[in-house]
């Protein structure tokens, strides 16, 4: 059974540090791009980062460019989304994802990816 599990949210206070984890069973993610996306309530489910299943180019929204981090673990089959500098903007609910034809023009792209973990809650408050 192919399936994502996310890990590691939590409450958090501004300028403070998450590592989001996304697990993958049933099939290896090496082979896959791994994208993060997140909502926040009332809002459109929107693309944070992703890492290419090539070469491991990373893509990073602007919002979060030099504060998140994205990068696999191979050895754990899973892919990990470091979050510093954390902003109450930053609360959504975080998804990962996986999809096999992943660029640069479509990472942020819901519909570019296959499979989709339940997501974990990021609150950022003080």
Aim: aromatic share 12%.
């Amino acid at each position: 059974q192919v399936q994502l599990v996310e890990s590691g949210g939590g409450l958090v206070q501004p300028g403070g540090s998450l590592r989001l984890s996304c697990a993958a069973s049933g099939f290896t993610l090496d082979y896959y791009a791994i994208g993060w996306f997140r909502q926040a309530p009332g809002k459109e489910r929107e693309g944070v980062s992703c890492i290419s299943a090539s070469d491991g180019t990373t893509y990073y929204a602007d919002s979060v460019k030099g504060r998140f981090t994205i990068s696999r673990d191979n050895a754990e089959n899973a892919v990990v989304l470091q979050m510093n500098s954390l902003k109450p903007e930053d609360t959504a609910v975080y998804y990962c994802a996986a999809g096999p034809h992943v660029g640069w023009s479509s990472w942020y792209k819901r519909g570019r990816y296959d499979y989709w973990g339940q997501g974990t809650q990021v609150t950022v408050s003080s």
